[in-house]
């Protein structure tokens, strides 16, 4: 049995992290940077992703979803693992801004009916901006939202559980900085 969490965790430490000083697009400083679209730009590194990523989705959910541009390979990723088996697990991106033209919507994809339940995907979470953002897009939708799975959780001084907990979500997280930036 491969063991595909070491695999992506290697991965991750040589492609994803850096360390020295960053400006984060919170505007903070930071001694650690995590991108993780070397990664997830592959076609091994997005074949882990989505598999461990597809373990955190709720069972009943219908479409996982994301905020553009992070989330774009990982909602993908997790649709088609999910169509090579058969299982019925849609793709939905999520907008930052909406669309200024035809339908000018927030979401795009296979709409689900509303009051579906939706799992949204982040590749890296440090306040749980972007991913509440998505969030609230996708509730203001009719859509049904309780959890966030990110590849990784920045553990800024537990700002983005915080968050989360405010906003009625449950994250998980396949990984923390301190694994990857040992």
Same mark, same amino acid.
């Given at each position: 049995m491969p063991n595909y969490r070491e695999e992506l965790l290697s991965l991750l430490k040589e492609k994803a992290y850096r360390h020295g000083e960053y400006t984060l697009s919170s505007g903070r400083k930071s001694e650690h940077?995590?991108?993780?679209?070397?990664?997830?730009?592959?076609?091994?590194?997005?074949?882990?992703?989505?598999?461990?990523?597809?373990?955190?989705?709720?069972?009943?959910?219908?479409a996982v979803a994301g905020l553009t541009l992070g989330a774009d390979p990982l909602v =993908?990723? &997790?649709? /088609?693992?999910?169509?090579?088996?058969?299982?019925?697990?849609? !793709?939905?991106?999520?907008? +930052?801004?909406?669309?200024?033209?035809?339908?000018k919507s927030?979401?795009?994809?296979?709409?689900?009916?509303?009051? =579906?339940? &939706?799992? /949204?995907?982040?590749?890296?979470?440090?306040?749980?901006?972007? !991913?509440?953002?998505?969030? +609230?897009?996708?509730?203001?939708?009719?859509?049904?939202?309780n959890r966030v799975v990110s590849i990784v959780d920045r553990q800024e001084n537990g700002e983005a559980d915080t968050a989360m907990k405010l906003a009625g979500l449950e994250l998980k997280s396949l990984y923390k900085l301190d694994e990857i930036s040992l």
């Open positions: 940077y995590v991108n993780c679209k070397p990664v997830t730009l592959t076609g091994r590194g997005l074949t882990l992703s989505s598999i461990m990523l597809l373990e955190h989705v709720e069972q009943e959910s219908v =993908s990723g &997790v649709a /088609v693992i999910c169509g090579l088996d058969k299982i019925k697990l849609d !793709a939905l991106i999520v907008r +930052k801004e909406a669309k200024g033209h035809g339908t927030y979401i795009e994809g296979d709409l689900p009916e509303e009051g =579906s339940l &939706v799992t /949204v995907l982040e590749d890296v979470i440090t306040t749980g901006g972007s !991913a509440i953002q998505a969030v +609230k897009r996708l509730r203001d939708a009719g859509y049904v939202v």
